[in-house]
């Protein structure tokens, strides 16, 4: 039997897509078996994210009776299976409920973990995906906008049930005016489980439609994520050392800023 663990935020855009896509990478690369279900209606760029095109079953499908959850599930790269959510997390909720728990014990059956990528804010559509995870992982940006919807998404979801595992600080280093790693722990009263680096290669993955840890595994953003896929299943990992710059690149950044 698998775990589930639901990757919210609160605030959209701070990066709960790319962590969702890259840490099933990282945790398919140290042997596990991993699905992710795209809960991200408004916004579901999972397959983007991934490079993935033509799902056309949905878990939306199998919950209206009209599909097995066996043709809902995509495989994608590293080995992770990808389940797109279709149409509205509101028609799931129309759905009965048990036929949704049942769904996701199956599919916890054949996995060893079921990352959930939620939606941003608070309506029904997070509440479910907060609901149908047991484990939380809270995304957020060191800063004060991403702070208060991050405390929102964790009290609502302690109300849900769900075991909050921790925060993961994404994009840091982007601004002189972030919050300090104590500063976010002392405001959100949750574990620091990674800290993520501003990395320019993590855009220009998504551009590729290839996840940053696939793309460029040596680059900060896909050692960090690397990391905390380790930590959260007890493996060690060793990151790799950083590359010297050539003295040529340094000397062109120290004369005209970079090329
Ligand atoms: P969400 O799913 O929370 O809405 P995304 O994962 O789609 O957010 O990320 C939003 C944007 O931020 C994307 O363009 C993504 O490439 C970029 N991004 C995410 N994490 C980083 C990072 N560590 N460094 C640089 N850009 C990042
Ligand atoms: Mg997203």
């Given at each position: 039997m698998g775990i589930s663990i639901t990757i919210a935020s609160?605030?959209?855009?701070?990066g709960k897509t790319m962590l969702s896509s890259n840490l099933g990478i990282a945790l398919s690369q140290f042997g596990k078996d991993v699905t992710i279900l795209?809960?991200?209606?408004?916004?579901?760029n999972l397959e983007l994210h991934l490079g993935?095109?033509?799902?056309?079953?949905?878990l939306h499908d199998v919950l209206a009776g009209e599909a097995d959850i066996s043709q809902a599930v995509y495989n994608g790269p590293e080995g992770i299976k990808v389940i797109p959510a279709g149409i509205s997390l509101e028609g799931l909720r129309k759905a009965d409920p048990e036929i949704l728990e049942e769904v996701l014990g199956k599919l916890l059956k054949d996995t060893d973990i079921l990352i959930i990528d939620a939606p941003a804010g608070l309506g029904r559509n997070v509440v479910t995906a907060l609901a149908a995870g047991q484990e939380l992982i809270i995304v957020a940006n060191p800063e004060i906008s991403s702070m208060s919807d991050a405390l929102k998404t964790k009290i609502v979801a302690a109300k849900l049930g769900s075991h909050i595992l921790g925060t993961v600080l994404n994009?840091?280093?982007?601004?002189?005016t972030d919050l300090t790693v104590q500063e976010v722990q002392l405001i959100l009263?949750?574990?620091?489980?990674a800290t993520i680096p501003e990395d320019p290669e993590v855009r220009r993955s998504a551009a590729f439609g290839s996840p940053v840890i696939v793309r460029?595994?040596?680059?900060p953003a896909a050692i960090a994520v690397k990391k905390l896929a380790a930590d959260l299943i007890g493996k060690k990992y060793i990151p790799p050392k950083p590359r010297k710059e050539s003295f040529m690149k340094r000397l062109v950044n120290g004369l005209f800023g970079g090329i």
């Open positions: 609160g605030k959209g855009g701070v795209d809960a991200d209606i408004e916004m579901a993935l095109e033509g799902m056309k079953v949905a994009r840091v280093g982007y601004d002189k009263e949750t574990k620091i489980l460029t595994p040596n680059s």
